[in-house]
C-alpha cells in the first residue's frame, strides 16, 4: 500500500493551486505536439460530417454481420444459455465463468456513454438519432462475435491457471499461422494504443466526470472523489482479473439493473406518451425534423455514439472474454454479442426514450421542428448542456431525488469502467514488457495516479489525445478481423456441427 499512498501524494502536487500552472503547461504542450493526431483519427469523411473512424467500425460490423450470416440473430438464445452456465464445465481452462467475463466487459462499455453520451446524440439529431443508434448496436453485435472468438483461441494459458488474450494475442499468432507479415508489428501498435486509451478514456475521463457531477450535485470537493476513486480502484484492481470479475458481477447487474428499473418507472409513468416517442424516433430516422443536417444529421449522430458507447470493433472486450473458462472460442463469442445489445439496444435506447418522453427537447407547436439553440444543438426545458445535465434534468422532472441516484450510478459507472480498463491496460502493458507480478504493480500504480489527475485537472488536450488513442486500437483491430475471420468461420461450422450431433454437452 505505500506505493499506492507515494502515488496519490505525487498526484496531489499537480491538484494544488500553486502547480495548476504546470497542468496548464502540460495540457497546453499535448495541444501543440497531438493535434494533428486527433484531427486524422476523427477527421470527417469527406462532405459527410462522418468522422472516417465511426466508418470504419460500421464497415465493419456490416461486413461481418453478412460473412456470418446475421449470427446476433441466429445465436440469442443460445448465448443465453451460455451465459446461464448450461455448457460451462468447470474443469476447463481460464479464471472466470462466462456471466463474470460478460460484467467485466460490460463494465467497460456501459459508462457515462450510456448517460452523457446518448444525451448529446438526442441534443445533436434529434430522436431520429435513437433508430440509427439501435441498428448500429445491432450491427456491432458481429464484431464483438467475431473478435472475441478470436481472443479466446489465441490466448496464453499459463501453468497456474492465469491466461492472457486479445488483440495483440491474435494479430501475432493468426498472422503468422496464415503466414502474413507485420502481424508482430500490429500487435505492439495495437498495445500501445490500449496502453494510452486506457489511462484517457478508461481512465481521466471517467474520473473526471464522476467527480464533476458527485461535486455539481453534492457538492463533494473533486480531490475527495479522485481519492476515494483512486483507493478503491487500486484495492480492487491489485487482485487481477478474478478480484475484478468478482466486483463486475455484483457492480454491473446492481448499476445498469438500478439505472433501467429508474427508466422504466418513469416510463411506465408516461406509457400514453411510448407510442409518441417511438413515432418521433421513426419521423427524426426518415426525414427532417429541423437538426442541422436534417437526416443524415440524425444517422451521423446515432452512429457516432452507438460506436463510442460499445466500443464494438475496438478490440477492448476481447481482452476481457480471453479470460473466460471454456475450451470453446466460439462459445465466447456468443456470449460476448450480448454486449452491444445490452449496452447500446436496451440501455442507451431508455435513456434516450426517458428524455424524449419527458419532453427536454424543444419543438416548436406549429412547425413539429425541433427548436436550435445559439451552439446548432437542440434547445432544452432546463437551459442545461448536453450530455450527464440533460439525462439528469429528464430523471429529475419525474423524480426529484433522481439527480442523486444519477451521481451514484455516475460514479458507479466511472468506477466499473476504470477497472476493466485497468485490466486492458495491463494485459497490453505486459504484452510489451513481459509478464510477472511486479511489472504489473507499476502499471497499476500509474493507472491510480492518472485516476486523481484526471479528477482534480481539465487536462482536455490529454484526454483528446487519449480518446484518439483508445479509437486507433480500432485501425489494427478491424484490419486483423478482416484476414482472420475465415478461421473464425471454421470455428462456427464445427462448433455448430458439435452442437448438433451432442458432441457439446450440457452441463446444467
Known amino acids: 500500500m505505500r506505493y499506492a499512498f507515494a502515488a496519490l501524494a505525487a498526484a496531489s502536487v499537480l491538484a494544488s493551486p500553486v502547480h495548476a500552472s504546470v497542468a496548464e503547461r502540460v495540457d497546453a504542450l499535448f495541444a501543440v505536439s497531438t493535434t494533428w493526431f486527433v484531427n486524422l483519427i476523427f477527421a470527417d469523411l469527406p462532405g459527410t460530417g462522418v468522422p472516417w473512424i465511426v466508418g470504419w467500425l460500421v464497415i465493419g460490423a456490416v461486413v461481418f454481420t453478412l460473412y456470418f450470416g446475421f449470427i446476433q440473430f441466429r445465436a440469442f438464445g443460445h448465448a443465453l444459455q451460455i451465459v446461464r452456465g448450461k455448457y460451462s464445465d468447470p474443469k476447463d481452462a481460464g479464471e472466470v465463468s462466462p456471466f463474470q467475463a460478460l460484467t467485466a466487459a460490460l463494465s467497460g462499455t456501459v459508462g457515462l456513454g450510456n448517460i452523457a453520451g446518448v444525451a448529446v446524440a438526442v441534443s445533436i439529431g434529434g430522436a431520429g438519432a435513437t433508430f440509427w443508434m439501435i441498428l448500429a448496436g445491432l450491427l456491432g453485435m458481429a464484431s464483438k462475435f467475431t473478435e472475441c472468438t478470436l481472443g479466446v483461441k489465441y490466448r496464453n494459458e499459463y501453468p497456474d491457471g492465469t491466461v492472457s488474450g486479445g488483440p495483440m494475442y491474435y494479430i501475432k499468432k493468426g498472422f503468422a499461422e496464415r503466414g502474413l507479415p507485420l502481424g508482430g508489428f500490429m500487435a505492439v501498435m495495437f498495445s500501445i494504443f490500449c496502453v494510452l486509451g486506457s489511462l484517457g478514456g478508461g481512465n481521466m475521463f471517467q474520473a473526471n466526470q464522476a467527480a464533476s457531477q458527485v461535486s455539481s450535485v453534492l457538492g463533494v470537493p473533486s480531490w475527495i472523489t479522485g481519492l476515494v476513486l483512486s483507493g478503491i480502484v487500486f484495492l480492487v484492481i491489485v487482485g487481477g482479473i478474478k478480484s475484478i470479475a468478482r466486483v463486475t458481477e455484483k457492480v454491473v447487474p446492481f448499476m445498469g439493473g438500478g439505472y433501467f428499473l429508474v427508466g422504466v418507472a418513469i416510463l411506465l409513468l408516461n406509457w400514453d406518451m411510448i407510442g409518441w416517442a417511438f413515432s418521433e424516433i421513426l419521423r427524426g430516422a426518415f426525414t427532417d425534423s429541423g437538426i442541422v443536417g436534417g437526416m443524415v444529421g440524425a444517422i451521423i449522430q446515432g452512429f457516432r455514439r452507438a460506436a463510442f458507447s460499445n466500443e464494438a470493433g475496438i478490440g477492448s472486450a476481447a481482452i476481457a472474454h480471453s479470460a473466460v473458462r471454456t475450451k470453446e472460442p466460439i462459445s465466447e463469442g456468443f456470449v460476448s454479442l450480448l454486449e452491444p445489445f445490452i449496452d447500446t439496444v436496451i440501455i442507451c435506447t431508455m435513456t434516450a426514450l426517458v428524455i ?18 445559439e451552439n446548432g444543438r437542440i434547445a432544452n426545458v432546463e437551459g442545461v448542456g448536453a450530455g450527464v445535465p440533460l439525462t439528469s434534468a429528464a430523471f429529475g422532472s419525474a423524480f426529484g431525488w433522481a439527480p442523486y441516484a444519477l ?33 504489473e504493480l507499476v502499471f497499476k500504480l500509474i493507472f491510480c495516479f492518472f485516476i486523481f489527475v484526471g479528477a482534480v485537472t481539465s487536462l482536455d488536450a490529454v484526454i483528446d489525445f487519449s480518446d484518439a488513442a483508445l479509437f486507433s486500437m480500432a485501425i489494427f483491430n478491424i484490419i486483423a478481423l478482416y484476414f482472420l ?24
Open 356 to 373: 424524449i418522453i419527458t419532453q427536454q427537447l424543444l419543438i416548436d407547436a406549429n412547425t413539429g421542428m425541433y427548436i436550435l439553440g
Open 485 to 508: 475471420m475465415p478461421i473464425v468461420k471454421r470455428e462456427l461450422q464445427s462448433y455448430l456441427l458439435r452442437l448438433k450431433s451432442g458432441q457439446i454437452k450440457a452441463y446444467k
Open 407 to 439: 451521481s451514484l450510478a455516475v460514479f458507479l459507472f466511472a468506477f466499473s469502467t476504470m477497472i476493466t480498463w485497468s485490466y486492458y491496460g495491463v494485459k497490453a502493458w505486459t504484452y510489451m514488457f513481459g509478464e510477472g507480478e511486479t511489472k
